[in-house]
């Protein structure tokens, strides 16, 4: 008995072994595969976009070339996805060190109707990062969201805050020469997406 559970042992430990890895590189391929999909399905935004900063003056993402640009859709009195996207961020900036400071961190408003360039300015405020607050019209920010294949919705609210936005949460990596050359997921960490940046230093 005992014989011949010692010789079995080692065929259905290699079994189970290679049980094991096919599931892995199956799981590991299709979470690749998912994400690249997402990835080239953004690939070609336009190379600029023209929008109002929270100074009130033009802003074109082509006067930014030479820069690293940081760029994700959001609004002022989001509750969860834009200041755990700010954070995150910032972390990753000052794993970065001196280098951080050379990021252009850049948020353009999905509710325009209430992210005035002046709240925006003051939202500004409270971070201590590089970073540019945009809005315009509802038609001038539905282009750069189309654009960069993000998305929105209203979504009415019976509490005394009105109305939320849900809205896509994508970070877009946009390197010197103005193209998204990767995608920051709000679920990766932050130490990943220091690695991500420093790519394209
Ligand atoms: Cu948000």
Request: hydrophobic share 40%.
């Amino acid at each position: 008995m005992n014989g011949k559970h010692s010789k079995a042992l080692p065929y259905i430990g290699v079994v189970v072994s290679i049980a094991i890895v096919f599931l892995l590189v199956l799981t590991l391929s299709r979470q690749k595969h998912q994400k690249d999909i997402k990835y080239y399905t953004v690939m070609n935004p336009e190379l600029d976009f023209s929008l109002k900063d929270q100074d009130g003056q033009d802003f074109h993402l082509r006067d930014h070339r030479g820069e690293i640009v940081l760029l994700f859709f959001g609004y002022l009195t989001c509750p969860d996805i834009c200041p755990v996207t700010i954070s995150k961020l910032s972390r990753a900036y000052r794993i970065l060190g001196g280098d951080g400071n050379k990021i252009l961190t850049v948020f353009i408003t999905i509710d325009p109707e209430r992210d005035t360039p002046q709240k925006l300015k003051e939202y500004l405020k409270y971070f201590k990062l590089n970073m540019i607050g945009l809005t315009g019209t509802k038609q001038e920010i539905d282009k750069v969201v189309d654009s960069y294949k993000a998305s929105y919705q209203k979504v009415e609210m019976d509490s005394e805050a009105g109305y939320l936005m849900d809205h896509s949460d994508l970070v877009y990596l946009i390197d010197a020469k103005g193209r998204v050359v990767d995608l920051i997921h709000f679920d990766d960490e932050v130490e990943r997406i220091a690695q991500m940046i420093k790519k394209v230093l």
